[in-house]
Antibody, heavy 123, light 110 residues
Framework: EVQLVESGGGLVQPGGSLRLSCVASGLNFNGLTFSNYFMHWVRQAPGKGLVWVSRIFGDGSDTSFADSVKGRFTVSRDNAKNTVYLQMSSLRVEDTAVYFC???????????WGQGTLVTVSS | QTMVTQEPSFSVSPGGTVTLTCGLSSGSVSDTDFPSWYQQTPGQAPRTLIHSTKTRSSGVPARFSGSIVGNKAALTITGAQADDESDYYCMLYMGSGNWVFGGGTKLTVV
């Protein structure tokens, strides 16, 4: 069974920083391992829709970000630990959301989802 | 900036058929946008239903199907059931390592 477990969410003041982690398990099947998967971060503000945030290649060699977080967020991964990270800085009130870690999937889509971790930016 | 559009809400009777659409504020949706669909019930993480326009993810019932209809991607539910009452999101690949979700459709089965 594939499991993605996010952690690191919490309450932070505007302008602060936070690092989210996502540990994956159960991805070793069909000849694939964690390092074969793109990994994405998607967020959802309270009562709002899904917003794509970031993607990182399986080997970590390329990253991309939504315009709303570009220059403030970075993404990285440690394939030896089956873990992906989202480093968030210069946080704004509008970054308040549940952040989901998601695997990439064939056809430029999303596959397996974590349960999410809540980030609240407030003074 | 191009936006992805979805109906805000839709209603279907139990056993009925409903088609939700996913369009672009400028232009047409095609297979090369790799449309995908996600289902989310309140308080839960989303679930992947469809990728690459029409390929169902493992375990997704056959009553869910994806297609291109006119200039939009479409998700059709044939024989809707009560537990299909959810929010449905489409997502398009916009190129250059960027993806965009639609605003979501709240489906009521009544």
């Amino acid at each position: 069974e594939v499991q993605l477990v996010e952690s690191g969410g919490g309450l932070v003041q505007p302008g602060g920083s936070l690092r989210l982690s996502c540990v994956a398990s159960g991805l070793n099947f069909n000849g694939l391992t964690f390092s074969n998967y793109f990994m994405h971060w998607v967020r959802q503000a309270p009562g709002k829709g899904l917003v794509w945030v970031s993607r990182i290649f399986g080997d970590g060699s390329d990253t991309s970000f939504a315009d709303s977080v570009k220059g403030r967020f970075t993404v990285s991964r440690d394939n030896a630990k089956n873990t992906v990270y989202l480093q968030m800085s210069s946080l704004r009130v509008e970054d308040t959301a549940v952040y989901f870690c998601v695997t990439g999937f064939p056809g430029y889509s999303l596959g397996y989802w974590g349960q999410g971790t809540l980030v609240t930016v407030s003074s | 900036q191009t936006m992805v559009t979805q109906e805000p809400s839709f209603s279907v009777s139990p056993g009925g058929t409903v088609t939700l659409t996913c369009g672009l504020s400028s232009g047409s949706v095609s297979d090369t946008d790799f449309p995908s669909w996600y289902q989310q019930t309140p308080g839960q993480a989303p679930r992947t239903l469809i990728h690459s326009t029409k390929t169902r993810s493992s375990g997704v019932p056959a009553r869910f199907s994806g297609s291109i209809v006119g200039n939009k991607a479409a998700l059709t539910i044939t024989g809707a059931q009560a537990d299909d009452e959810s929010d449905y999101y489409c997502m398009l690949y916009m190129g250059s390592g960027n993806w965009v979700f639609g605003g979501g459709t709240k489906l009521t089965v009544v």
